[in-house]
T-cell receptor, first 114, second 114 residues
Framework: DAKTTQPPSMDCAEGRAANLPCNHSTISGNEYVYWYRQIHSQGPQYIIHGLKNNETNEMASLIITEDRKSSTLILPHATLRDTAVYYCIVRRRYGSGNTGKLIFGQGTTLQVKP | EPEVTQTPSHQVTQMGQEVILRCVPISNHLYFYWYRQILGQKVEFLVSFYNNEISEKSEIFDDQFSVERPDGSNFTLKIRSTKLEDSAMYFC????????????FGQGTRLTVV
């Protein structure tokens, strides 16, 4: 699975959009980009994933560049409860030697401030 | 909303003792995982399990570890002879497909080996 690079930490003002970048320059065509977050040592929580198109759900939006070498997770109106470690993970389709495991890096610690 | 349940939330054990960590995955899920997180470190994959057998395991998952799905609902992680360095949060996860869908994580069991 391709490696990802994320800034170690970011701050965001409450109510503003939080834009979390991720570089995955070695991503291959059958690899998806997943975002999870972990709030204070709780179990990781799925946020969103995508292959090449931009995706949006009730939690966030995922913007993937056309060359797929980077992506941005957008939390449109960050709240204090969004303070967490955010993980960008690249993972192959199941059946391409992938059993569904997730490889977590250090992630980005997002601090939402009042 | 369905959730993955882990018990106990905290377990303290003496070095050399056997421990069993229990998980009840979401009922229609077919793929099961264990991860661990040593305090202050990243989440690490231990093992994936499908169709009543291990589909992949990491280097951490040595002969001291075993997994079982004894009754079609529970999914257990056994550590045969605990060491101090086994102290960590252990997370169980499940998904209904390994392919491209999200994994749901439990809230974890904090294992403390003394």
């Amino acid at each position: 699975d391709a490696k990802t690079t994320q800034p170690p930490s970011m701050d965001c003002a409450e109510g503003r959009a939080a834009n979390l970048p991720c570089n995955h320059s070695t991503i291959s065509g059958n690899e998806y980009v997943y975002w999870y977050r972990q709030i204070h040592s709780q179990g990781p929580q799925y946020i969103i994933h995508g292959l090449k198109n931009n995706e949006t759900n009730e939690m966030a939006s995922l913007i993937i560049t056309e060359d797929r070498k980077s992506s941005t997770l957008i939390l449109p109106h960050a709240t204090l409860r969004d303070t967490a470690v955010y993980y960008c993970i690249v993972r192959r389709r199941y059946g391409s030697g992938n059993t569904g495991k997730l490889i977590f890096g250090q992630g980005t610690t997002l601090q939402v401030k009042p | 909303e369905p959730e993955v349940t882990q018990t106990p939330s905290h377990q303290v054990t003496q070095m050399g003792q056997e421990v069993i960590l229990r998980c009840v995955p979401i009922s229609n899920h077919l793929y099961f995982y264990w991860y661990r997180q040593i305090l202050g470190q990243k989440v690490e994959f231990l093992v994936s399990f499908y169709n009543n057998e291990i589909s992949e395991k990491s280097e951490i998952f040595d002969d001291q570890f075993s997994v079982e799905r004894p009754d079609g609902s529970n999914f257990t992680l056994k550590i045969r002879s605990t060491k101090l360095e086994d102290s960590a949060m252990y997370f169980c996860a499940s998904s209904d497909q390994a392919m491209n869908t999200e994994a749901f994580f439990g809230q974890g069991t904090r294992l403390t080996v003394v």
